[in-house]
């Protein structure tokens, strides 16, 4: 299963910071393409981050540069630390597999506004 932790977005100020954690289990982590999700209002969802079992990385480039994923095998969480918030970040916030992407949930919104 793959399982937003809550509470991990929210309202920040431009040019904040917000850290999302996303537990998972242990074979989810060490067998498949995780990736972190958005999708704006009007919007299609999107695939902004991704991390492999063996800790390769790929951004989308509207967050190249600003936001990381990581994974803690031993806390059997993904994460997505956010930096440099701009109101285009605004969006409801998902994790899943990349690949064979399961059960989406409700997300987590994450509101960039002064």
């Known amino acids: 299963q793959v399982q937003l932790v809550e509470p991990g977005g929210g309202l920040v100020q431009p040019g904040g910071s917000l850290k999302l954690s996303c537990a998972a289990s242990?074979?989810?982590?060490?067998?498949?393409?995780m990736g972190w999700y958005r999708q704006a209002p009007g919007r299609q969802r999107e695939l902004i981050a991704q991390i492999s079992n063996i800790g390769r990385t790929d951004y989308a480039d509207s967050v190249k540069g600003r936001f990381t994923i990581s994974r803690d095998n031993a806390r059997n969480t993904v994460y997505l630390y956010m930096n440099s918030l701009k109101p285009d970040d605004t969006a409801v916030y998902y994790c899943?597999?990349?690949?064979?992407?399961?059960?989406w949930g409700q997300g987590t919104q994450v509101t960039v506004s002064s």
């Open positions: 899943n597999r990349v690949r064979l992407p399961g059960r």
């Open positions: 242990g074979s989810i982590l060490s067998n498949n393409l």
